[in-house]
């Protein structure tokens, strides 16, 4: 089994940029210890503990639309909806278990986890 540690996405509202383009596609990558313990030392992190998410997105999303680098001016520019799709998916992706989606089969109407495949691994 090889492991996904790659993952794309599609933002809701997507990031405008200074030009007025929309860019929506991404992809997030699954956080290392780094990703998480560094950030701790920002001193924008110790004045406002919710600074975390902003700099930890900054640095595990490799690539949104065509923009040349992901940093904490985008992170901080999103829409509300955006920022807060991508934190579900931070968690998603980076839980302890495979990310799964809980539905119901539409055709026996039993309750089940689907495996969440976003890049289409294994296909």
Do not use: W
């Not at 600074?51 to 040349?68: C, K």
């Amino acid at each position: 089994m090889v492991l996904q540690t790659e993952f794309s996405f599609t933002l809701p509202r997507g990031y405008v940029d200074n030009t007025g383009m929309v860019h929506k596609e991404g992809v997030m990558r699954l956080a290392t210890a780094a990703d998480e313990i560094l950030p701790l030392r920002d001193p924008r992190v110790q004045q406002n503990p919710g600074y975390l998410t902003v700099i930890l997105l900054a640095r595990v999303i490799t690539r949104l639309g065509s923009m040349p680098a992901v940093d904490t001016k985008v992170i901080e520019n999103l829409y509300t909806m955006d920022l807060a799709y991508l934190q579900d998916l931070y968690q998603r992706i980076n839980a302890m278990e495979e990310p799964s989606y809980r539905g119901i089969c539409p055709h026996c109407g039993e309750e089940l986890d689907v495996p969440i495949n976003f890049l289409g691994a294994g296909e």
